[in-house]
């Protein structure tokens, strides 16, 4: 790793997808300019949605294959293991742990989120997955015949027991709901996915709300109502926090612990751009909201890197967002979210399925299950069906499931 300089055309503060995607754009735009990153992490950028899937189901499960080589590709001087401790738009200066002090032409803000920790918990076999070495501690924890408990049944808590399975290891998924997913799909998916999850060795422990981990020669984990599980290994899916300790005292303008941006994702101070899981942002379709995924963090870096080098264009993407669960795999657009009404149409075996989550008539959210090549379909329903213009036969006629 070179030295840091002290000034570069443009700073890209964190290495995850968004930054990658930034200094691309950037670097597209405007070959010759100077760009740094700098990240935390201790490792390149990786394509973060493989920790929890293809590492664990494919041949290789080295986290190197992974590797976008955005230095490389880009130009850009990369910093890993290096912290941005402050932000000061008036300067138009970061500084890093290390007390560098470095000019920024423009600067990216794209830290990303890190997983929620249970307060008081510091065990080494209390495990967590955001990062490459969170994957490989994971790898080491998570043997052939080890009781590894993963408590969280969202996307990642379910990710991370079905890639577990994979090792040998005897996984136990705990989660606070009473259906696993409850809050994304409707009973009859949620139950198919408790279904395969049992078959393929998963003990599920539904309403197991944690409380507390001791950690002596075993885990005990204990729940809010008395109940306990031990673990040799336990990995906590509990959703995640934002890294937006920088905006507050660079007075950006914030909704909640998110970044507001505007639609050409600029924050509030001059020449300082965000991206990715930290911002909130105007979706076209959806109004104003925040997306932790893959799909948004590309795209919304990409546009902060196109406008950092000058292009001053509108983010006008709806993100989709995707995941893998064994044999069965989903794309979806919008608000996935059971609390507004479902309509459901499945194929005939009833092995493919279109869900649509509609609120006040208007359709907000599609999932397509084992439904592919439907994603611009699912985006046009949504802009289609806005004020309830389209009746329930038009909205399930629209995409066939499979
Ligand atoms: C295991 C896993 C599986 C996933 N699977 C899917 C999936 O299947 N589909 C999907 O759509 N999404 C998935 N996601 C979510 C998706 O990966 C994230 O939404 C995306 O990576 C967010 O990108 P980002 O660039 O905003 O943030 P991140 O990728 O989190 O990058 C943030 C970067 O900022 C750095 N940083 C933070 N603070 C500082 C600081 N002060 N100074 C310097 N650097 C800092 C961090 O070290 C990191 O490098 C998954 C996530 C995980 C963890």
């Given at each position: 790793?070179?030295?840091?300089k002290?000034?570069?055309?443009?700073?890209?503060?964190?290495?995850?997808?968004?930054a990658?995607?930034?200094?691309?754009?950037?670097?597209?735009?405007?070959?010759?300019?100077?760009?740094?990153?700098?990240?935390?992490?201790?490792?390149?950028?990786?394509?973060?949605?493989?920790?929890s899937?293809?590492?664990?189901?494919?041949?290789?499960?080295?986290?190197?294959?992974?590797?976008?080589?955005?230095?490389?590709?880009?130009?850009?001087?990369?910093?890993?293991?290096t912290?941005?401790?402050?932000?000061?738009?008036?300067?138009?200066?970061?500084?890093?742990?290390?007390?560098?002090r470095?000019?920024?032409?423009?600067?990216?803000?794209a830290?990303?989120a890190?997983?929620?920790?249970l307060?008081?918990?510091?065990?080494?076999?209390?495990?967590?997955?955001?990062?490459?070495?969170?994957?490989?501690?994971?790898?080491?924890?998570?043997?052939?015949?080890?009781?590894?408990?993963?408590?969280?049944?969202?996307?990642?808590?379910?990710?991370?027991?079905?890639a577990?399975?994979?090792t040998?290891?005897?996984?136990?998924?705990?989660?606070?709901?009473?259906?696993?997913?409850?809050?994304?799909?409707?009973?009859?998916?949620?139950?198919?996915?408790?279904?395969?999850?049992?078959?393929?060795?998963?003990?599920?422990?539904?309403?197991?709300?944690?409380?507390?981990?001791?950690?002596?020669?075993?885990?005990?984990?204990?729940?809010e109502?008395?109940?306990?599980?031990?673990?040799?290994?336990?990995?906590?899916?509990?959703?995640?926090?934002?890294?937006?300790?920088l905006?507050?005292?660079?007075?950006?303008?914030?909704?909640?612990?998110?970044?507001?941006?505007?639609?050409?994702?600029?924050?509030?101070?001059?020449?300082?751009?965000?991206?990715?899981?930290?911002?909130?942002?105007?979706?076209?379709?959806?109004?104003r909201r925040?997306?932790?995924?893959?799909?948004?963090?590309?795209?919304s870096?990409?546009?902060?890197?196109?406008n950092?080098?000058?292009?001053?264009?509108?983010?006008?993407?709806?993100?989709?967002?995707?995941?893998?669960?064994?044999?069965?795999?989903?794309?979806?657009?919008?608000?996935?979210?059971?609390?507004?009404?479902?309509?459901?149409?499945?194929?005939?075996?009833?092995?493919?399925a279109?869900?649509?989550?509609?609120?006040?008539g208007?359709?907000?959210?599609?999932?397509?299950?084992?439904?592919?090549?439907?994603?611009?379909?699912?985006?046009?329903?949504i802009?289609?069906s806005?004020?309830?213009?389209?009746s329930?036969?038009?909205?399930?006629?629209?995409?066939?499931?499979?």
């Amino acid at each position: 790793m070179s030295e840091i300089k002290d000034r570069y055309d443009h700073v890209i503060i964190g290495g995850g997808i968004a930054a990658d995607a930034a200094a691309r754009a950037i670097h597209q735009r405007a070959p010759e300019a100077s760009i740094a990153i700098i990240s935390a992490d201790p490792h390149q950028p990786v394509y973060r949605p493989a920790l929890s899937k293809d590492l664990w189901s494919g041949d290789d499960p080295d986290p190197d294959s992974q590797a976008l080589h955005t230095a490389e590709e880009t130009g850009a001087e990369l910093f890993t293991g290096t912290m941005v401790t402050d932000l000061l738009p008036a300067s138009h200066t970061v500084v890093t742990a290390r007390g560098q002090r470095v000019h920024y032409g423009t600067a990216l803000l794209a830290t990303g989120a890190s997983p929620r920790h249970l307060p008081g918990v510091k065990d080494p076999r209390v495990a967590y997955l955001r990062t490459v070495g969170d994957y490989r501690h994971l790898r080491d924890l998570a043997t052939d015949g080890a009781r590894v408990v993963v408590v969280g049944g969202g996307y990642i808590g379910t990710e991370v027991a079905a890639a577990l399975t994979r090792t040998g290891a005897q996984v136990t998924l705990a989660h606070s709901g009473q259906r696993l997913l409850a809050c994304l799909f409707p009973e009859s998916l949620t139950a198919h996915v408790e279904q395969v999850f049992t078959a393929r060795g998963i003990t599920l422990r539904p309403g197991f709300r944690l409380a507390s981990i001791d950690t002596g020669h075993e885990l005990v984990l204990h729940g809010e109502d008395g109940s306990t599980l031990t673990a040799d290994a336990v990995v906590l899916g509990l959703s995640a926090s934002l890294n937006t300790a920088l905006a507050a005292p660079a007075h950006l303008t914030r909704e909640g612990d998110a970044v507001v941006v505007d639609s050409q994702l600029r924050t509030s101070a001059a020449d300082v751009y965000a991206a990715g899981d930290i911002i909130w942002f105007e979706d076209p379709l959806l109004g104003r909201r925040r997306v932790e995924h893959v799909d948004h963090a590309q795209t919304s870096g990409d546009l902060a890197g196109r406008n950092m080098a000058g292009a001053g264009e509108d983010y006008t993407a709806t993100p989709l967002f995707f995941s893998d669960l064994f044999d069965d795999g989903y794309e979806a657009v919008g608000e996935l979210d059971t609390r507004h009404e479902t309509h459901e149409v499945w194929n005939q075996d009833r092995t493919a399925a279109v869900i649509h989550y509609l609120k006040d008539g208007a359709v907000r959210g599609v999932l397509l299950w084992n439904t592919w090549d439907s994603v611009p379909a699912a985006r046009q329903l949504i802009a289609d069906s806005a004020g309830g213009a389209l009746s329930t036969e038009e909205i399930t006629a629209r995409i066939q499931p499979g």
